[in-house]
């Protein structure tokens, strides 16, 4: 029975991806390159047959997939740099933590996010540009449920090449959570959010989040930006306040390769 089952999903499969509709869109993508269009055309193949989107759309499948190819990342899920995970009959695509940092690397920006815990000493000198982050780790644990119950927030560094300057940022774990839960595919039993990428998928939400606020514009990163929209209902401006901060920022010189490291 579940041999007919994949064999009948193989057939509209294929005769999905071979549509007069679905070759033109790839050909548009790729230019014209029959060569790309091929290869994409088989990664999305052994997609689509995974079990987790057994009971997707096929248009919403490749929907997700050419979404995450016009930010110019691969599709594949074995990379990490973009997921396809369904949200009921809806695939939806999830850009990770090392897809922002790929992307952002191209339009000359280096970032480093690391985690704060509630077991950690740390403090933050307000005192113009001289202003100083500071970050001792504590005692912690690896196992997931003790991160989720200390995580604090992250600490996103953000390195701009082409002036040779650095902006530090911390994410509260607050914030932190109201970006996930604006994320449709969270709620999937089949989501990195659920599967054991938990802490990568919290780190993502606040590198994308920090993208937006310090208004990077490039065509690759804008798409990522539309892909989070897709998932989303509720889309905040980034905000400051005295009481109850969810972000800080602070600038310094460059950012030490010594210190200890979180998530990279």
Not at 56 to 64: A, E, N, Q
Not at 221 to 244: G, R
Request: net charge negative.
């Amino acid at each position: 029975m579940m041999s007919n089952i994949v064999k009948q999903r193989k057939q509209e499969l294929s005769k999905f991806l071979n549509s007069k509709e679905v070759s033109q869109r790839l050909e548009d993508l790729f230019g014209g390159d029959n060569k790309k269009a091929t290869k994409f055309k088989a990664t999305l193949f052994n997609i689509a047959l995974d079990s987790s989107l057994n009971n997707c759309d096929l248009p919403s499948i490749l929907k997700s997939a050419l979404m995450i190819a016009e930010a110019q990342l691969p599709i594949s899920k074995q990379l990490g740099l973009a997921y396809i995970v369904p949200f009921g009959r809806e695939a939806q695509p999830i850009i990770s933590y090392k897809g922002y940092k790929h992307l952002l690397r191209r339009d000359g920006i280096l970032i480093k996010a690391r985690e704060v815990y509630q077991t950690d000493d740390f403090k933050m000198e307000f005192n113009g540009f001289d202003d100083i982050f500071r970050l001792e780790v504590g005692k912690r644990e690896e196992n997931e449920k003790w991160i989720k119950e200390n995580l604090a927030g992250i600490w996103v560094a953000v390195k701009y090449t082409d002036i040779n300057e650095v902006e530090n940022f911390f994410v509260s774990r607050e914030k932190l959570d109201q970006l996930a839960n604006l994320s449709k595919a969270k709620n999937s039993k089949f989501s990195p959010y659920n599967s054991g990428f938990w802490l990568e998928m919290y780190v993502a939400k606040a590198v994308g989040y920090i993208a937006r606020k310090i208004g990077v514009s490039g065509d690759n990163v804008a798409k990522a930006f539309e892909i989070e929209n897709s998932q989303s209902t509720l889309l905040e401006e980034p905000q400051k306040t005295d009481d109850n901060v969810d972000i800080f920022d602070v600038e310094v010189e460059d950012i030490s390769e010594n210190e200890n490291k979180g998530t990279e």
